[in-house]
């Protein structure tokens, strides 16, 4: 996925391996409710605007596409059946 210009995002999404996205918390919180939950608490995300996610980096990539697009490309079912788990 392309990392587009942060010029109106409001949040960064930083990956296990140091690659980050810049992001905007209204789609993000519109289309999942583990990010909804996320940003509208008075939890460090919500405040600092940054939110650190330890999973396989290819999953969240994967997640952000879904969340954007509305498309997913995923090598296998496993992949897939490994982002569900998580609940996000």
């Not at 996925?1 to 918390?25: C, K, P, T």
């Not at 995300?45 to 940054?50: H, K, P, V």
């Not at 650190?52 to 059946?81: A, M």
């Amino acid at each position: 996925m392309q990392n587009f210009s942060h010029s109106l995002s409001d949040v960064i999404i930083e990956l296990s391996d140091g690659r980050h996205y810049y992001a905007h918390s209204w789609v993000l919180a519109f289309r999942s409710c583990y990010f909804q939950r996320m940003l509208q608490s008075q939890l460090g995300e919500s405040q600092t605007r940054c939110i650190r996610i330890e999973d396989e980096p290819y999953l969240i990539e994967q997640l952000l596409r879904y969340l954007y697009l509305g498309q997913v490309k995923f090598d296998n079912l496993q992949q897939l059946l490994c982002l569900c788990l998580t609940g996000k």
